[in-house]
């Protein structure tokens, strides 16, 4: 038993050398942050190296080859260096890592890694972590509905290579959201700056969770040749990089769904008008808020015809802040004078922090021309029935003759009017709910949590536009959820 003991272990001595492949640190001296190079070095005709991904849970971030080779008395002597770059995070030692050359393992020293605080050297981008996602916000307590700024930063040590850059945007449950700028890309302390911003709306009191963005990074992963045929092998290792997240606590927003500051402004083209024409309104509101809550203005002017266009609405940024003009056109004509009445607006004052009003001045439209054109022609037709009978009877048999074709044509028009009525409402009716899904969406947010139906709508709308969905969403079924629970 002890012979047979001994025979392996000499069998492993003739097969193992101890420490006969060399590990070493590019750089001895590691600060925090610092890019950490091991390398391992061996000597033969044939080497195996291992396969390395990560050190002690260290991703490997770069791996370069390099080799010399030589021919000695007609044999191949090949040096052989494997480096591998990763970041250390703490004070940990690299294991041992065998190497087979010209078929025999040979153990390489395990090597104590000792971080330098980032304190005990001038700073520089070198001291810094290669990769970074950072978010923040422009309040972290705003008001329901108030327009919260969310700019996302990425950096990345210029000196690494990067392949390919992928963001995914963090989950926004519970916001109305529009982008706002992006910036070009700009160098500063040594590192690649990628930004861009969102504004947000919270559409619920309470606290509302942003969720992390990641940043998918492809970095090039060599294997270089050294002898001469300089033969180089290019692969690329995805990483990932995640931001913080951010809890909003939100405030509720009563007596009204705005909040900003606001202008209300309504303008007449003319002031007078014929019997046949009309007057051009415009209801113009400027400002700063959520203008895509706004709904559309119901003029009120008694006795006239009113025709109302769908409102316009448009952003733009002006000093990090979201500005906005909503704009409707309204057009108007009437027999007789009428007046516009006042139109109210009412918002949360962003700098007074209190409700506002704002209304408008009456506006008197005259309508001139002869209101009197029936009466006249009547009159006309009694001083005429005067004269002599024949003439009298002629046009009683013209007048009688009128009426009957004025009847059965009235009659006529009256039944096409009524089915065009009803196809009208028919068609008016499934037209008037195309709405968006970003519009369906700012209608159900309000009721979250009132029905289970509702709540799924939420759920598919917010996979749609935040994260690529394709849920196919029924708009009569969302029209009908609508009437029955809102």
Partial sequence: MQLHGRFWFLLWMATTTLFGAQAFLQN??????????????????????PNISSIEGNDIVSKQERQSVEFINGKVKKEVEKRFGFYPKQDFEIPSYEIIVDGKKELTEPIRVVLKKENEQPKSSSTKEPFSLLMRVSNENPMQNEAVKLDIVFKRDKRLEVVDIRFSPPVLDGFWVKEGEKKPVYEEDGFMVHSLSYYVF??????????????????????????????????????????????????PLEGTNLYGDF?????????????????????????????????????????????????????YIQKDKLMGQWSQKFSLSGAQDFTIEPLVLTFFDAKKRALKTLKTEPIDIKVSGDAQKEESIKYIFKTESNQSAPIQETQNVAKNGFDMVSFAFGFALAIALLVGFFIFKKVFSF????????????????HKGKNEAIDKIIMELEENIYRGGTNRINKRATKKILEDFV
């Fill in 263 to 315: 202008s209300l402004n309504i303008t007449a083209d003319k002031r007078e008008i014929g019997k046949n024409e009309a007057v051009n309104v415009l209801v113009e509101i400027k400002g700063e808020g959520n203008f895509d809550d706004i709904s559309s203005f119901s003029l009120v002017a008694k006795g006239a015809n009113i025709f109302a266009d769908e409102p316009k609405v448009k952003s």
């Fill in 202 to 251: 919270p559409q619920k009191a309470g606290d509302l969770s942003i969720e992390k963005a990641k940043i998918e990074l492809a970095l090039p992963q060599r294997d270089s040749s050294n002898d001469m045929f300089r033969m180089f092998v290019s692969q690329v290792r995805w990483k990932s990089v995640f931001s913080n997240p951010i809890t909003l606590h939100v405030e």
């Fill in 28 to 49: 001895p001296s590691i600060y925090e942050g610092q890019e950490a190079i091991l390398v391992l070095k061996a000597t033969g005709e044939k080497i195996e190296f």
């Fill in 431 to 446: 037209k008037k709910f195309q709405y968006s899904e970003r519009a369906l969406l700012k209608m159900f947010l309000k």
